[in-house]
């Protein structure tokens, strides 16, 4: 069964970074692209920032410029450095990434359980 744990989140002041880390973990044959997923209370879950397996990334305007997505293949971990951090930011994190289990099946998708990053004076 594959898992995907999140960490580093935290209570920062506005300004500061953190960083998120994606463990996958389990049995599977492939990672396709990991994107991290943010959600205030109240809002819906917001794609923030994302890689691909060729390590094309994407964000989200509001994060553009502070924060940065990064793979560590051999780890099976992603990152998410966050610069600046901003009240806004406020939100729990997840991250979701598009699996193959095997050479020949079909790509599925797995959700952590979140970080929680609270951006307050």
């Known amino acids: 069964q594959v898992q995907l744990v999140e960490s580093g989140g935290g209570l920062v002041q506005p300004g500061e970074s953190l960083r998120l880390s994606c463990a996958v973990s389990g049995s599977f044959f492939r990672i396709h692209g990991v994107n991290w997923y943010r959600q205030a209370p109240g809002n819906q879950r917001n794609l923030v920032a994302g890689?691909?397996?060729?390590?094309?990334?994407y964000y989200t305007d509001s994060v553009k410029g502070r924060f940065t997505i990064s793979r560590d293949n051999a780890q099976n971990t992603v990152y998410l450095q966050m610069n600046g951090l901003k009240p806004e930011d406020t939100a729990v994190y997840y991250c979701?990434?598009?699996?193959?289990?095997?050479?020949?099946?079909?790509?599925?998708?797995?959700w952590g359980r979140g970080t929680q990053v609270t951006v307050s004076s």
């Open positions: 979701y990434a598009t699996l193959q289990g095997t050479p020949s099946g079909a790509a599925y998708g797995v």
């Open positions: 890689i691909s397996s060729s390590d094309s990334t």
